[in-house]
Nanobody, 126 residues
Framework: QVQLVESGGGLVQAGGSLRLSCAASGRTFSSYRMGWFRQAPGKEREFVAAFSWSGSMIGYADAVKGRFTISRDNAKNTVYLQMNLLKPEDTAVYYC???????????????????WGQGTQVTVSS
């Protein structure tokens, strides 16, 4: 059973930075695609970033490109989302997601993932 546990959320001023972590357990993740999504109050959950654990594919939503960086630590089975130059519109609950696949076509879609974490709150004040 795959388990994903996010951490690192909090309250930060606009222009600041946060690093989210997603600790993954229960499998060997070398064949997995990992993603970050977010959901703001009253809005649908949306794609933020994704990468293949092998490192061959990576993608970002236009809204975060150039500000957010997704990465991993193989030894710790942990995925990170480094968020810089945060804006109030980045306020949301951030979710880590995973799917055992080498397909990239559904990487930006909710249905493209089988496993989800519980989420971590990020609040950016203006």
């Amino acid at each position: 059973q795959v388990q994903l546990v996010e951490s690192g959320g909090g309250l930060v001023q606009a222009g600041g930075s946060l690093r989210l972590s997603c600790a993954a357990s229960g499998r060997t993740f070398s064949s997995y695609r990992m993603g970050w999504f977010r959901q703001a109050p009253g809005k649908e959950r949306e794609f933020v970033a994704a990468f293949s654990w092998s490192g061959s594919m990576i993608g970002y939503a236009d809204a975060v490109k150039g500000r957010f960086t997704i990465s991993r630590d193989n030894a710790k089975n942990t995925v990170y989302l480094q968020m810089n130059l945060l804006k109030p519109e980045d306020t949301a609950v951030y979710y880590c997601a995973a799917k055992r696949t080498t397909d990239w076509g559904t990487s930006r879609l909710l249905v493209g993932y089988d496993y989800w974490g519980q989420g971590t709150q990020v609040t950016v004040s203006s």
